[in-house]
T-cell receptor, first 114, second 112 residues
Framework: EAQVTQNPRYLITVTGKKLTVTCSQN?????MSWYRQDPGLGLRQIYYSMNVEVTDKGDVPEGYKVSRKEKRNFPLILESPSPNQTSLYFC?????????????FGPGTRLTVT | GIQVEQSPPDLILQEGANSTLRCNFSDSVNNLQWFHQNPWGQLINLFYIPSGTKQNGRLSATTVATERYSLLYISSSQTTDSGVYFC??????????????FGQGTILTVHP
């Protein structure tokens, strides 16, 4: 089954404790992206990757890191989480060809930083 | 950066009604997508439509790139259409082809 998986689905942590949210896709997609969703602010892109070893900033990259060492994985790293990073996070992937960019989303990770 | 505005912010319909959602953007784009987020939070891509018209069942979308807007049409609405509809765009002409900016969304509620 074609899918994007994220882990963990729910996480409660404390300020400053490094964490990683994993994202994996089994569709051989070149493009992967991370978004956060906050009430009243909608969806905002954090980072994206056009291919292995190619990453770039979205609209809200501060406080986050990513890496793309393998095509299927795109982890999101919070080196020193703060309460303002409490949010719902989505990972997505896409072929992103010239004629199609349909994105497949993971189920979301709800993060609470206290 | 590019601005994306969606209207209306909220829409309440009776089952069977038709509706049109609008997405205006402030600059030329080379990527425009429509998404649906259901009441359980799941996000689903509806259309990739930087220009032209596409149809998928009861849903269709039209983007008039020269006038900087896109429309999402929902015909014969069903309760399962409820949720939030987002459009997202990428600014044309730059090197950030994968950078997406989202509108604030339209909250659609369909009553039986």
């Amino acid at each position: 089954e074609a899918q994007v998986t994220q882990n963990p689905r729910y996480l409660i942590t404390v300020t400053g404790k490094k964490l990683t949210v994993t994202c994996s896709q089994n569709m051989n997609h070149e493009y992967m992206s991370w978004y956060r969703q906050d009430p009243g602010l909608g969806l905002r892109q954090i980072y994206y990757s056009m291919n292995v070893e190619v990453t770039d900033k979205g609209d809200v990259p501060e406080g986050y890191k990513v890496s793309r060492k393998e095509k299927r994985n795109f982890p999101l790293i919070l080196e020193s989480p703060s309460p303002n990073q409490t949010s719902l996070y989505f990972c997505a992937s896409s072929l992103f060809s010239g004629t199609s960019a349909e994105q497949y989303f993971g189920p979301g990770t709800r993060l609470t930083v206290t | 950066g590019i601005q994306v505005e969606q209207s209306p912010p909220d829409l309440i319909l009776q089952e069977g009604a038709n509706s049109t959602l609008r997405c205006n953007f402030s600059d030329s784009v080379n990527n425009l997508q429509w998404f649906h987020q259901n009441p359980w939070g799941q996000l689903i891509n509806l259309f990739y439509i930087p220009s032209g018209t596409k149809q998928n069942g009861r849903l269709s979308a039209t983007t008039v790139a020269t006038e900087r807007y896109s429309l999402l049409y929902i015909s014969s609405s069903q309760t399962t259409d409820s949720g939030v509809y987002f459009c997202a765009v990428t600014l044309a002409g730059g090197t950030s082809y994968g950078k997406l900016t989202f509108g604030q969304g339209t909250i659609l509620t369909v009553h039986p």
